[in-house]
């Protein structure tokens, strides 16, 4: 049955991801094209400068559209009236979040994937052939520099990367259902709610940065600032690791309270009336 719920999220999903994609790489492809035509005129530099505006806006707003549409999904398919046909369906809650997470996961990847593509077309000939150059060069050169061992840690900080981005992008999705899970506790003004919640969330994480600041500026001379140094020194891939495993742990933490949140409203307190 999941695959069945997976198959009607990429059919949701794949209606805007046609038109994003065509506008996106109508718009590269444009960009390109007047780049074959070079006239030293004002109105050709005006006609070129607004071609690569319009490329930028229409990227910055296809990622800002995919994030909107995957959370606009999960609060259609599962508390509004579609939410009724939704759980007649023999599917698990945890099902239900899965589908939803799994598909807007997949689906903001491939957008992302898409505008880096589109970018390409856009810099491809001469500038993409100087950037990929300069790029190889100063990669060939890292590598040199590093020393025995430092491919192998340089490979990792690459995958550690791009584990923080996934699991980035579904606690990200996990938040925002965590909101609109609170909201639909609400008998009246669900909506509010949720977004009364975004607020309180962000003021939280406002005043817990000002008091972090507040705490680590009073504590600035009792931290070993040289242990620290010290470490640095003689461990450096090690330290960059403890970073990037600091941040996934704290991501799986957010994720897992967020997905135990949302899990346990759907379950015991779900209220579509």
Known sequence: MVKKLLKYEAKYYARTLIIIEAV????????????FFEFDSII???LQGSSYAMFGLAAYAALIVTFILCIVRFYKNL???????????????????????????VYSVVVFISVIAAFLITISGDILNAVTDAGIYLLKNLIAELPKGGTVHLVLYVIEFIIIMLLSAISSFL???????IGQTAKKNRILLSVGCYFIYSAAIQIFS????????IAEPYIPY?????????????????????????????????????HRIISRKLNLE
């Open 44 to 46: 050709y530099y005006i």
């Open 175 to 181: 938040l925002y259902y965590c909101f609109i899970a």
């Open 24 to 35: 996106i790489f109508a718009l590269a492809i444009f960009t390109r094209f007047l780049l």
């Open 79 to 105: 508390f509004s009236n579609e939410g009724y046909l939704s759980f007649t369906l023999p599917v698990s809650t945890s099902q239900h979040l899965f589908a939803k997470l799994f598909s807007a996961v």
């Open 210 to 217: 000002t008091i972090f600041s507040i705490v680590m500026t």
């Open 226 to 262: 040289a242990a620290i140094e010290r470490f640095v020194d003689a461990h450096p891939f090690a330290f960059f690791h403890i970073i990037f495993v600091a941040l996934i742990v704290w991501s799986i933490i957010i994720i897992a309270i967020c997905y135990l949140i949302v």
